[in-house]
């Protein structure tokens, strides 16, 4: 079953038993950069610089990415380019959400209501179908632990992780400094051709920039 860059995060957020979100804001910024990741390495959309575009509307056959990339669509309608940090900042409280349905309507995790205090409605995303995230997990294990050269998109994963700096999420066991080391190393690394380190480059600059941006509004 082929998953998104964006649900691949969400798998690793999510606690498997309980369903509930871990490190809800990093993990939110790291959705929202693997949507506009993705759409980059498919053609769809470009970021230069800071700027980012719409540069082909044909559909991707991917129900999460599709959806994020009309949205993105409407909102730089008559704006021809507008930042990707502005972007991020505005898709990652609902990119989550859409990213998680997703993974409900394929049966990788299952939606649970239920309400605390006996008041106040909550849902929680427990895991149904295992296989997903024990195969996510083995291909970050050969690469960040066992020093295989990644693919594209392992790298980008490991990339989008090490920018929001989710490494605990990834490896709640792991050799903290050995995990980032590495996981720093396949980012800068010459795994791929140029266009496409520089897609994630990018990306993970604009994520940069929006976390900076939002602790300073909050403070």
């Known amino acids: 079953m082929a998953v998104t860059l964006a649900e691949e995060i969400v798998l690793l ?13 990093a993990a939110g910024w790291a959705v929202a950069g693997g949507i506009l990741l993705e759409l980059v390495l498919a053609g769809r959309v470009s970021v230069t610089g800071e700027r980012l575009e719409v540069t082909d509307t044909t559909p991707t056959g991917e129900p999460l990415l599709d959806g994020r990339a009309a949205l993105m669509a409407t909102w730089l309608r008559g704006r021809g380019r507008r930042r990707a940090t502005d972007w991020l900042a505005h898709d990652q409280p609902k990119a989550v959400s859409a990213a998680v349905e997703v993974l409900c309507r394929r049966g990788v995790v299952a939606e649970e209501k239920r309400k605390v205090l006996g008041m106040f409605p909550v849902r929680r ?6 296989t997903v995230e024990r ?3 083995d ?13 594209t998109r392992t790298a980008g994963l490991i990339a989008l992780i090490h920018a929001a700096k989710l490494h605990a999420l990834a490896f709640p066991d792991g050799e903290r400094k050995r995990v ?3 996981m720093a ?3 800068e690394g010459q ?3 140029t266009s496409v380190r520089q897609a994630i480059r990018d990306t993970q600059a604009a994520m940069a920039a929006v976390a900076v941006l939002t602790v300073t509004a909050v403070s």
């Not at 995303?125 to 295992?130: Q, V």
């Not at 050969?142 to 693919?151: K, R």
């Open 191 to 193: 795994w791929a051709a």
């Open 125 to 130: 995303y427990p895991e149904a179908d295992g």
């Open 139 to 151: 291909r970050l294990r050969a690469v960040v632990l066992d020093g295989a050269e990644p693919d």
């Open 135 to 137: 195969e996510l997990r």
């Open 185 to 187: 190393e396949v980012a």
């Open 180 to 182: 980032t080391a590495r």
């Open 13 to 25: 957020s999510l606690d498997d038993e309980s369903g509930s979100a871990q490190q809800r804001q």
